[in-house]
């Protein structure tokens, strides 16, 4: 195969996704995986004690001629293997110093390996294929064990880090959240030397523990107390276990000819601001949106004197927004697969799709669709999210129900906001930019909710202990009062 590399090297660890990864990478023509070739126990897969004609002796001896037969073997495609912080270190070594060696970094919330790592030892189930074969167990948090394995975790990835760093090499990274990101995997593809994509990933792997870290430890108010002793975060903070998200400065919009940036928490959310800002606009284009970071940076080079603002909103209010818009109703913007895997695997009881593609009050309350019904089901999406954004669903942490503080610490990437400003006063802090920077003041244009049930006529004290639980960093970072 043609490119810069002549084989690859998954650097992860067990329970960050790997089998994922070798299902989904294997779907390119163009390329192979053969498992974890030097695990100390077997080569490539369980049960296996040669590869390519090398036995495991001889690979004790020379391993990098494990390598050399793989390579030369496989010369239809670019072969790559598995290889984890307590496989042979030897192996580690060469890889990253082979500049022919493509590396990819897969890393997954240690908390979250560490727990499914524990309920794999427990059930001896290490993948599953078939969702009615799962085998549940609740583990115990081992903190003193926890910390030896964070202190073994960030050893490994700080060895690869200075490795490349100094040989001035870079890899691939991936999260645990990526691995269902089809659009990551042609990334990736293309960082291998390949140019065909992909149209869809597999689906023969499974989360095995979609659940919750609540549902699967036994003393989880213990290990929440605990954690905190490792000052992960701040010695009081809410331990944060959602995925660091990307800069997106796709979403951002920005005036042509007046110096404002709107930085909403997702694409296309809160048009009106994004309006607003364009009625400002004074005939020279439109305003600029879908901008990569190169056009973004260029954007605030030529505009020094600027305001950028971000609109933050009650935790409650942007979840039931994604709830309606991406799960109920069952236009362009709904996700089927989740709003299937909802109602199979969190009790979530949704009218037929037909019902809901231009949904009708009368005609719901007719279907026997209820207000307490449409209540029910979005206490059923906060329970999905509470895994969700723990990393413990096969879904994506997608930007319209992702917490605002990991979205503005993605921002944060890019360039701060200089104002934020909580959705009830939006119209006063539009005012106030508009004094500030000398522009003439022009009406918000708020667009009605096209709810067939308004929150308020759904909401109820569980479903803010709920959200509370779900958003518990975002409630803490800004001050959020009850919704209710």
């Avoid at 989904?24 to 390519?52: K, M, R, V, W, Y």
């Avoid at 928490?265 to 990569?292: I, Y």
């Avoid at 959705?423 to 920077?437: P, T």
Wanted: one cysteine or more.
């Amino acid at each position: 195969m043609a490119g810069p590399f002549k084989y690859f090297v998954l650097l992860a660890n067990m329970r960050t996704g790997s089998n994922l990864f070798e299902q989904n990478i294997q779907l390119f023509d163009g390329f192979s995986c053969h498992g974890e070739l030097f695990n100390p126990h077997f080569i490539g897969f369980p049960n296996t004690t040669t590869a390519f004609g090398v036995t495991m002796t001889e690979r004790e001896l020379k391993p990098q001629k494990l390598i050399n037969r793989m390579v030369a073997k496989e010369n239809d495609t670019l072969p790559g293997f598995r290889l984890f912080s307590d496989h042979d270190p030897r192996v580690l070594e060469h890889c990253l110093n082979d500049p022919q060696c493509a590396k990819i970094v897969l890393t997954r919330n240690p908390l979250d390996s560490f727990v499914s790592h524990a309920i794999a030892k427990a059930t001896d189930q290490w993948k599953l294929t078939d969702v009615s074969k799962r085998k549940l167990a609740k583990v115990r948090f081992d903190f003193l064990e926890f910390k030896s394995y964070l202190t073994r975790l960030q050893t490994y990835l700080t060895q690869i880090r200075h490795s490349l760093q100094k040989s001035g090499q870079t890899a691939f990274y991936l999260g645990y959240d990526d691995l269902n990101d089809v659009e990551i995997f042609n990334g990736l593809a293309r960082f291998l030397g390949e140019e065909v994509e992909l149209k869809q990933l597999g689906d023969k792997i499974v989360r095995q523990n979609p659940e919750g870290l609540e549902e699967k430890v036994e003393n989880y108010a213990e290990m929440v107390e605990q954690l905190r002793q490792l000052d992960l975060l701040n010695t009081d903070a809410v331990p944060v276990l959602e995925p660091v998200r990307n800069p997106g400065s796709k979403n951002f919009v920005a005036g042509n000819d007046v110096p404002l940036l709107f930085m909403p928490m997702a694409r296309d959310e809160l048009p009106e601001v994004a309006n607003w800002l364009a009625s400002h606009q004074s005939g020279s284009g439109a305003v600029m949106g879908e901008m990569n970071q190169k056009q973004l940076n260029t954007w605030l080079s030529d505009t020094p004197v600027r305001r950028s603002f971000t609109v933050i909103r009650h935790p409650l209010e942007r979840a039931y927004e994604a709830f309606y818009n991406h799960i109920f109703c069952s236009g362009d913007k709904m996700f089927p697969w989740i709003r299937t895997a909802l109602e199979n695997h969190y009790g979530v009881d949704l009218p037929d799709k037909r019902t809901t593609l231009e949904p009708n009050r009368t005609v719901l309350e007719n279907s026997g669709y209820s207000a307490e019904a449409h209540g029910r089901a979005f206490l059923g999406f906060l329970d999905f999210l509470k895994g969700n954004l723990q990393g413990q669903t096969r879904a994506r942490v997608d930007q319209s129900w992702a917490s605002q503080n990991s979205i503005l610490q993605g921002y944060g990437r890019l360039t701060f906001p200089d104002v934020l400003i909580r959705y009830e006063n939006l119209e006063e802090e539009l005012q106030r930019i508009e004094s500030d920077m000398g522009l003439d003041p022009k009406p918000l244009q708020k667009a009605a909710a096209p709810y067939c049930y308004d929150l308020g006529e759904i909401y109820t004290v569980e479903m803010e202990k709920r959200a509370r639980d779900v958003y518990a960093r975002d409630y803490q970072m800004f001050g959020f009062s009850d919704w209710g």
